[in-house]
Every structure is written in C-alpha cells, then in structure tokens.
Nanobody, 114 residues
Framework: QVQLVESGGGLVQAGGSLRLTCAAYGNINIFVAIAWYRQAPGKQRELVAT???????TYADSAKDRFTISRDNIQNTVYLQMNSLRPEDTAVYYC????????WGQGTQVSISS
C-alpha cells in the first residue's frame, strides 16, 4: 500500500501563495489519478483539483486560474501551487487517490488571514 503524506501548509495573508506537497511513500504511478481535497471548519470535504497519471488536470471552479496541480512521477510527488489566496481557502488540505476509496492522510492546515 502506498502512503500519501501532505505538507506545506501554513498561515499567510490574503493574496499570498503557498505550495503544498504530497509525497508518496512508494510508486505514485500505481494511482490512475491523484487529487487534492480540502475541508473547511463546519463544511464537507470538497474536491479541489485532480491530475491523472498522464498529467491531465481538472479544477473546481473555486480553484481555476489560481491553483495549479502538478506531479513529478520520478520524485513520486504531487504539488498544489496556490496563488492569490483568499480567507475562504482556509481549510485542511488532503491529497488522496481519485476517486477516493475512503483512505485519508493527516492533511495540512492552510490558514489565510484577511
């Protein structure tokens, strides 16, 4: 079983940027697609972006034009570059297989101050 571990969260001001990292302990290419999800306080977890093994990407409307998902198949890593951050982006961010099969990591906290 390949474990995915998130990192890179933090506290930034609105308008700032963060890059999240999803490191796979094992061969990330066993997953057809990887996604970033997020869960804000009191809300359901939502899909932010996906990337397939071949590099095709999709984004939630809230992430389009601000976030970029990418992957390095040699380094077994998936990234989420987040720019122009807003207070409503505050959430715990998770990376996981897509579609998810019920397995979640610890996530990484992203907090955006206004």
């Amino acid at each position: 079983q390949v474990q995915l571990v998130e990192s890179g969260g933090g506290l930034v001001q609105a308008g700032g940027s963060l890059r999240l990292t999803c490191a796979a302990y094992g061969n990330i290419n066993i997953f057809v697609a990887i996604a970033w999800y997020r869960q804000a306080p009191g809300k359901q977890r939502e899909l932010v972006a996906t990337i397939t093994r071949g590099g095709s990407t999709t984004y939630a409307d809230s992430a389009k034009d601000r976030f970029t998902i990418s992957r390095d198949n040699i380094q077994n890593t998936v990234y989420l570059q987040m720019n122009s951050l807003r207070p409503e982006d505050t959430a715990v961010y998770y990376c996981a297989e897509y579609p998810n099969r019920g397995s979640w990591g610890q996530g990484t906290q992203v907090s955006i101050s206004s």
